[in-house]
Structures are given as structure tokens and as C-alpha cells.
């Protein structure tokens, strides 16, 4: 998936996805990822992978005379789990692979990537918080900000139709909405927030968050509505509105919170966000803007790693 790079938009290419990991623990929110990563694949005639790692926690707390043993049951609980998911026939008619590895998530993860070239990951996140995320990390975050591909996330509030073993495709909805801080990572984010737009002929909302100071006056504030509204418009390309229905918006507060609020209000079906690398695991207390976001967002998170 080939975004290109962006000072002022230009016309973009459409998206083009070939291969897509799905991330799975087995949870209930991985099976809701299952479900807008089989939608994906099927829109764009891709091969899926669907990918667990065993991880090395599930035996350091064993003693070492049952370690080999433990670590076959849950080699084997895998296996069980990875064949109930293809008799349940929710991959038919995709080509798929299953991929089971040992080992810390993301090494394994990496290695799987660039083996199979992966254009995109999708992922379900139990949305941890407070001492539950210093504990015990987050398997989303951790492959959103390491991986170089778009990563997809759906969280816990994302939900599926009733009685749906599919999701409606996230990649191509008519509602999209990109949050960018204007820093370097958020860039390519844009790009794939143009392109989606410009292919499903979608309204796409561009916002930026000031996080409010009690000294800015009202006439700073109009005079900084005026100037992020210009750099928001300069993201898009000239022929933006003959394709889509632009909407500008710059809003004062703090940032995760003011996304989510205007995600609401536009009815925004997928929120696209550049994100920062990081390389300290599990994660932040409090958590990162993007973290939030994907946490509370009603719908699926598109992260873009600058």
C-alpha cells in the first residue's frame, strides 16, 4: 500500500493492498477485527494471513520441569483455535494462510511482516488502561508504533452488526476522518486519508486540536482558527472537492478527547492518525493521544507510523 509523500497534496494513487495480517489472540476482540479484515481482503482480492504469537509469559511463571510441557498446550490450544476459525468458513472464498510463531510479539511479528510483505495489519485491542496497560502492555500499540505499514485497529467499542460474521469493508466508507498535530509522522497519515476519500468519493473531514491555554485571547484565538485552517486546506489536493466533500475544522482542547468528540459529531466511520514510533513496552500512564483514541473510537483506527 503506497502512499506518496505530501507537502501539498497532489492527485493520489489508490490504495492497493495485496497481502494483510490479521493479529489474533483468540479474544472477542480479535474475532471483531477478523470480521473488517475479511471485508478488506475480499474488496481488494488480497491473500490473508491470519498470525498468533505464542508468547514467552504464558510459561516464565511455570516451573522449568513443565515449561516444554506447557508450552505444547498452548502450541496445541493454538492449533485448535487457528482450525475452528477455518471450519467456521468465515475466510471462504479469501486465499489465507495460518501463521503461528514463539517468541516476544513483535520480533516474531517483524520477521512475519517482511516475509510475507504485508501491506496492512489489522488488529483488535482490549483497550487496557491504568495499572492493567503498565502491567500488561498493549499488543495494539505495540505493532501500531513499530510497524511501517498502515495498521488498522478496532477497538471495544467498535460494533459489528447484530448476527454479522462481516463487518461493512472500514477502507471503504463514506464518512473519514484524519486528526494531524502537523508534525512530521502525521504526514503520511494524509496521504492515505486523501486517498480513500478520493476513491469512495467520501466526505472527509480534516481537524485539527489546539490544546487550549487560559492566556490566548479571542483575537489570537480567531487569528490561529484562521492560520490551521489554511494549512489544513493546503493538505488537499486542488481537485479535492470535485471528488469529495471537504469539511475544515480546528477545534481548542485536549487532543484524544476533541477527536472522539468530533468523530461523533461528523459521523466519522474510520479515523485515520499519523503516530510516532516508540520503543518502551508496555505503554504510558497516561496514554498517548492515538492509544485513546483507538480505545474509545466507535469505529476502526487507521494509524500511519511517520
Not at 495485496?18 to 471485508?39: C, G, P, Q
Not at 472522539?260 to 508496555?282: D, N, Q, S
Request: glycine share 6%.
Amino acid at each position: 500500500m503506497e502512499a506518496p509523500t505530501m507537502k501539498r497534496a497532489q492527485s493520489t494513487a489508490h490504495v492497493s493492498l495485496r497481502n494483510i495480517l490479521l493479529a489474533t489472540d483468540f479474544s472477542h476482540s480479535s474475532d471483531a477485527a477478523l470480521a473488517h479484515a475479511a471485508s478488506i481482503a475480499r474488496r481488494y482480492d488480497a491473500k490473508m494471513f491470519v498470525a498468533h504469537v505464542i508468547r514467552p509469559d504464558v510459561y516464565q511463571l511455570v516451573p522449568p520441569e513443565v515449561t516444554t510441557i506447557t508450552l505444547e498446550q498452548t502450541r496445541r490450544y493454538a492449533e485448535q483455535q487457528m482450525a475452528g476459525l477455518l471450519i467456521s468458513g468465515r475466510l471462504r472464498d479469501i486465499p489465507h494462510q495460518v501463521l503461528l510463531g514463539t517468541g516476544e510479539l513483535w520480533p516474531v511479528l517483524s520477521e512475519l511482516l517482511g516475509l510475507h510483505e504485508i501491506d496492512l495489519i489489522v488488529v483488535g485491542t482490549h483497550g487496557r488502561t491504568g495499572v492493567r496497560k503498565l502491567l500488561l502492555g498493549s499488543a495494539a500499540e505495540e505493532i501500531f508504533r513499530m510497524a511501517s505499514c498502515p495498521v488498522l485497529t478496532v477497538g471495544p467499542k467498535v460494533e459489528l452488526p447484530e448476527g454479522a460474521a462481516l463487518a461493512p469493508d472500514p477502507l471503504s466508507r463514506r464518512r473519514f476522518l484524519y486528526a494531524t498535530d502537523f508534525t512530521a509522522h502525521s504526514e503520511r497519515a494524509a496521504a492515505y486519508a486523501v486517498s480513500l476519500a478520493q476513491e469512495n468519493q467520501a466526505h472527509l473531514t480534516l481537524l485539527h486540536v489546539v490544546q487550549e491555554s487560559a492566556e490566548v485571547s479571542e483575537h489570537n484565538r480567531a487569528r490561529m482558527v484562521e492560520f490551521f485552517n489554511k494549512r489544513l486546506r493546503a493538505l488537499l489536493p486542488d481537485e479535492a472537492e470535485m471528488w469529495c466533500e471537504p469539511e475544515i475544522i480546528v477545534e481548542f482542547g485536549e487532543p484524544a478527547d476533541t477527536i472522539l468528540k468530533v468523530a461523533r459529531e461528523t459521523r466519522a466511520e474510520v479515523i485515520a492518525l499519523g503516530v510516532r514510533r516508540a520503543g518502551t513496552f508496555p505503554g504510558h500512564l497516561p496514554p498517548a493521544t492515538a492509544y485513546k483514541v483507538v480505545c474509545q473510537a466507535t469505529c476502526p483506527v487507521l494509524t500511519v507510523r511517520g
